[in-house]
C-alpha cells in the first residue's frame, strides 16, 4: 500500500542554519516522489521532484532532496535557512497503479527564527 | 499568465445550502483535480478529471459533485452543505495527468459552513 509520513509536524531553525525536514514513504512501485511548498494564503508550488534518474535532486531555492530507496526516505534539506522559507512543505508519493494514484504527507511547518 | 483560477476566495454557508466553487485554468491541461486541506491531514483528493467529459471519484468524494464539460472549466458543487465541510479546497491541473507530472494549484477557496 502507498503512504507517507512526515516524520515532524512542526521545525523550527534560526536564520542561516540548516534546514532537514524528512519524508519517508512506501510504494509497491517505483514511485515518483515530490516537495512541495505552501506559504500562508497560497497555492501549493513544486520545490522538486524524483522521477528515478539521479537520486540527489535539486530544487528552487537553494532546496535538495536525496531519494534513498534502501531508507524509504525522501528528505528535504537546505544549507542555510532565510526567512522567506517559512511555509508549510508537503511530501507527496505518485505511482502508476492502472491510472495513478498520488499521496500527500501531513505537512511539516517550518519556522524561522531571526 | 493566470494558471489555475479558483473563485471565490472566501464562502460562508450555512447547513444545507448548496454551492459551486470554480475552477479555470488556461494552459490546456486534460487533468483536472479537486483536493479539500484540513489541519493535520495533507491534502485529500475529492474528484479528479482525465479531459472533458470524464470524470472519476478520489479519497473523499461523498458530498460533492463535479463536471468537466470543457477543458478549461471543473467546477466542485456541494449539494447540501455539512460542517464537516468546512475546509480548503485546492483546484489542481496537469497536462496529461500521468503519475510522474507536477501539478499546479489554485490559491484555493476557504469555505466555512455554519
Known amino acids: 500500500a502507498q503512504s507517507v509520513t512526515q516524520l515532524d509536524s512542526h521545525v523550527s531553525v534560526s536564520e542561516g542554519t540548516p534546514v532537514l525536514l524528512r519524508c519517508n514513504y512506501s510504494s509497491s512501485y517505483s514511485p515518483s516522489l515530490f516537495w512541495y511548498v505552501q506559504h500562508p494564503n497560497k497555492g501549493l508550488q513544486l520545490l522538486l521532484k524524483?522521477?528515478?534518474?539521479?537520486?540527489l535532486v535539486k530544487g528552487i531555492n537553494g532546496f535538495e532532496a536525496e531519494f534513498k530507496k534502501s531508507e524509504t526516505s525522501f528528505h528535504l534539506t537546505k544549507p542555510s535557512a532565510h526567512m522567506s522559507d517559512a511555509a508549510e512543505y508537503f511530501c507527496v508519493v505518485s505511482e502508476r497503479t492502472g491510472g495513478f494514484k498520488t499521496i500527500f504527507g501531513a505537512g511539516t511547518r517550518l519556522f524561522v527564527k531571526a | 499568465n493566470a494558471g489555475v483560477t479558483q473563485t471565490p476566495k472566501f464562502q460562508v454557508l450555512k447547513t444545507g445550502q448548496s454551492m459551486t466553487l470554480q475552477c479555470a485554468q488556461d494552459?490546456?491541461?486534460?487533468?483536472m483535480s479537486w483536493y479539500r486541506q484540513d489541519p493535520g491531514m495533507g491534502l485529500r483528493l475529492i474528484h479528479y478529471?482525465?479531459?472533458?467529459?470524464?470524470?472519476d471519484q478520489g479519497e473523499v468524494p461523498n458530498g460533492y459533485n463535479v463536471s468537466r464539460s470543457t477543458t478549461e472549466d471543473f467546477p466542485l458543487r456541494l449539494l447540501s452543505a455539512a460542517p464537516s465541510q468546512t475546509s480548503v479546497y485546492f483546484c489542481?491541473?496537469?497536462?496529461?495527468?500521468?503519475?510522474?507530472?507536477?501539478?499546479?494549484f489554485g490559491s484555493g477557496t476557504q469555505l466555512s459552513v455554519l
Open positions: 478529471s482525465v479531459g472533458a467529459g470524464i470524470t
Open positions: 489542481a491541473s496537469s497536462s496529461t495527468g500521468t503519475y510522474n507530472e507536477k501539478l499546479f
Open positions: 524524483y522521477t528515478s534518474a539521479a537520486t
Open positions: 494552459m490546456n491541461h486534460e487533468y
